[in-house]
């Protein structure tokens, strides 16, 4: 494992599937009645928050917490950022006090490779800008590997926008990493222009793909990052690219539908689809846990 979880790219297969491996042993741990391991205790976990986050800033705390470790959250709203400070100057704060990792979410795309020159501790990627959310890509390969058994060779279908997307750039990553078949469903404005050197297929016909597809997932429409009209309405573009009961049944009876949260319901999907007994988009979030448990265990040298 490298010191740092910046890129899904990081990762050979054998990390990924250490990571996976270990997601599993810890996920035993957390069904007893006492979920909490010695194993970082005396280690500080910064979680650093310039961006909105539900999921993720709380799955990383209780990761850290179940792991023993002390834990530090961050937010930028309240901080001292609102009066002009650096980020440079913030990571340089949070080393002052002890930082051995610091997870960060930013708005800016290659904001945790800065960080990561600034500090020592390990830096862990929880979402930068449009770029990737690897950690977010190792839960949902959690989750489909808990349902599937062996990813490799499986069809998986990411649909929406991508073009916004850092969850689909690291699922892309780190899923053919794994053997998985990836194909990207989206309209062309909602596609990246570097997206033909991205190991996946691309289509524009989500109903060919989905009786092909072992799992769908489907992603958010980012409105708060479209500065333009990439599609004519919300009504045309449900139309042509969400996931209603119609497409749901074209699906392979044993397919599971994902989503990372947050969704637009009634947009990207339905909420009979996204309540349906084969989504697995709550079991994502109680997955995440244990995967962060297991990059922190990982990356700070912790033993079971
Ligand atoms: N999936 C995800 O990153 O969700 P949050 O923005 O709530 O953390």
């Not at 990762?11 to 491996?21: E, R």
């Not at 800065?114 to 501790?121: C, E, M, P, T, V």
């Not at 078949?181 to 289509?203: F, H, K, R």
Request: net charge neutral.
């Amino acid at each position: 494992m490298n010191k740092h979880l910046i890129s899904a790219a990081d990762l050979s297969k054998d990390d990924a599937l250490l990571i996976l491996d270990t997601a599993e042993e810890l996920a035993r741990v957390s069904e007893r009645s006492i979920k909490k391991l010695p194993t970082l205790r005396g280690r500080t976990v910064v979680n650093l928050f310039f961006e909105d986050s539900t999921r993720t800033r709380i799955s990383f705390e209780a990761a850290a917490k179940r792991l023993s470790a002390d834990v530090i959250n961050f937010s930028a709203k309240g901080s001292s950022v609102s009066k002009g400070e650096s980020l440079k100057d913030t990571a340089l704060t949070l080393e002052a006090m002890g930082a051995d990792a610091v997870v960060m979410r930013h708005g800016a795309s290659g904001a945790p490779y800065r960080l990561a020159n600034w500090i020592r501790g390990s830096v862990v990627n929880a979402g930068d800008g449009t770029h990737e959310h690897p950690t977010q890509a190792l839960l949902d390969a959690f989750t489909m590997r808990r349902h599937l058994k062996n990813l490799e060779g499986r069809k998986i279908t990411i649909v929406g926008d991508v073009l916004h997307s850092r969850v689909a750039r690291s699922n892309v990553l780190l899923l053919s990493t794994l053997g998985a078949d990836v194909t990207l469903v989206a309209p062309p404005t909602l596609l990246p222009v570097s997206v033909g050197t991205w190991p996946c297929d691309v289509s524009y016909d989500l109903d060919a793909v989905l009786p092909k597809s072992d799992v769908i997932m489907m992603l958010r429409v980012q409105k708060e990052r479209m500065n333009a009209a990439y599609f004519p309405s919300e009504r045309e573009y449900s139309r042509r690219y969400g996931l209603d009961r119609d497409r749901f049944a074209k699906l392979p009876d044993d397919a599971i539908v994902m989503h990372p949260g947050p969704m637009n319901r009634g947009m990207e999907i339905a909420a009979e689809v996204a309540d349906s007994a084969r989504s697995t988009i709550v079991e994502q979030v109680a997955n995440g846990v244990t995967t962060r448990m297991a990059v922190l265990y990982l990356l700070l040298g912790g033993e079971i």
